[in-house]
């Protein structure tokens, strides 16, 4: 069988099996499996699949047909231009997350300061800033350990040097040192949300998804701890739910940060809210 009827195949397959992009998902485990990215699949499409690699997809293909995620299934997803290996103990970087990045950026517009990245996973959001602002020392915490192993080594293979990541439940093993820029994507989904059951979060740790106070709990304890670390005139940005902007804005205030304000995602969605602690 060449290559062009596997993929055919295994799309058909995986579109049976209820996923939403089951060419691209065939496209990408089968690069995965060969080593080659998906142009060469189109050129060499007619080519015939190697047996042993053909195995191995197929069994892909079957793991992802049971709902596992590609970014699992391949251990690496790509975000803010970087590929950043995955594992099952953090959540997978979201394209919505780059917005924050985009924001933590506009915040930053000098040459050296420091940054948090608060719930750190991957280390997604530290390292994308941390490649833009080579000058800013940035720190990630995580209180699951894997993930900062899983983020330290995302820096070393990207050789991000500015960039160091520490196991803390939030503000707990940082000292009184303080910070111009805090980021977080925490925990925000209401444990009662159904959208936990679809798809890939089915398969993300829900330490990373669910929040209490229908999904404001972890975002509510943020605003209340951030000011203590914050430098004089820093500034708190925080992904968000769709439908929890106007409640993160009111928090905000009520700590008393100012600037509080709410930017969209690119899919039109309020998903990032920010405000600052006075100078
Ligand atoms: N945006 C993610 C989702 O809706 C949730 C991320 C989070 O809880 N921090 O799947």
Do not use: K
């Amino acid at each position: 069988m060449n290559i062009d009827s596997l993929l055919g195949r295994a799309a058909a397959r995986l579109s049976e099996a209820g996923s939403t992009s089951p060419r691209l998902d065939a496209e990408v485990l089968l690069g995965h499996v060969l080593g080659v990215d998906r142009t060469w699949l189109y050129t060499w499409g007619d080519r015939a699949a190697p047996v042993y690699e053909r195995a191995r997809f197929e069994a892909l293909v079957a793991a992802r047909a049971e709902g596992h995620p590609v970014a699992y299934l391949i251990g690496e997803r790509e975000f803010w231009g970087l590929a950043l290996s995955t594992s099952s103990h953090t959540l997978i970087p979201r394209p919505d997350t780059e917005t924050l990045v985009e924001i933590a950026l506009e915040l930053a517009p000098t040459a050296e300061g420091r940054l948090l990245d608060l719930g750190t996973g991957t280390g997604a959001i530290a390292l994308a800033f941390a490649s833009e602002r080579p000058g800013w020392q940035v720190t990630g915490v995580d209180r699951v350990e894997e993930a900062v192993a899983l983020a330290t080594a995302n820096a070393e293979s990207l050789n991000i040097a500015n960039a160091r990541f520490l196991v803390s439940d939030w503000f707990s093993s940082l000292t009184a040192e303080c910070f111009d820029l805090i980021v977080a994507n925490p925990p925000y989904i209401a444990e009662s949300d159904p959208h936990l059951m679809l798809g890939d979060v089915r398969f993300e740790p829900a330490s990373a998804l669910v929040a209490g106070e229908d999904g404001l709990a972890d975002l509510r304890r943020l605003i209340d701890s951030a000011m203590r670390y914050l430098c004089p005139g820093g500034w708190l940005a925080m992904e968000h739910g769709h439908d929890q902007a106007e409640r993160v804005r009111q928090l905000l205030q009520a700590a008393g940060y100012h600037e509080v304000a709410s930017h969209h995602d690119l899919s039109g969605q309020p998903r990032v809210t920010l405000g600052r602690v006075g100078e």
